[in-house]
């Protein structure tokens, strides 16, 4: 009996680190999506339903959002403020531990303003297997 609890606990233990991503997978499916430009994918599969999203100020979008919903809209709303994009772009991430980090960019003209270059670092904490926080650095 010792032996067939033991078995099913591994059993057990192997079908749950099974389910979940490491840092590392969800940093690789991120990097993937934003080169491929399926950015509304990376939301429904890699976040949780309950992270929180920062930035470095909130000149242009509200500093910190919380609930995936409310991320999302954020992310429309700065999507309308772009009248043309020439350029964007999102490096390989580095990974340690629960977390991974992107240098990422763009190069556009925002509606009523004039063209701007967008250069940050963007820091993304892993909990069992999805995006729980983003950070945004600038």
């Excluded at 980090?101 to 250069?119: Q, S």
């Amino acid at each position: 009996k010792i032996i067939k609890l033991l078995s099913d606990y591994n059993l057990f233990f192997i079908h749950i680190s099974m389910t979940h991503l490491t840092t590392k997978q969800v940093a690789a499916r991120y990097y993937e999506l934003t080169s491929d430009s399926l950015l509304d994918k990376i939301y429904d599969e890699l976040y949780h339903e309950d992270c929180v999203s920062i930035e470095p100020d909130d000149k242009l979008l509200p500093k910190r959002v919380m609930w995936i919903g409310a991320i999302k809209e954020k992310w429309e709303y700065f999507n309308s403020l772009i009248e043309e994009a020439y350029s964007a772009y999102c490096d390989k991430p580095i990974f340690a531990g629960n977390t991974f980090a992107c240098a990422m960019g763009m190069d556009a003209t925002l509606k009523g303003y004039w063209r701007v270059e967008i250069n940050e670092i963007a820091v993304f904490s892993v909990k069992d297997g999805k995006i729980v926080s983003e950070e945004y650095f600038w």
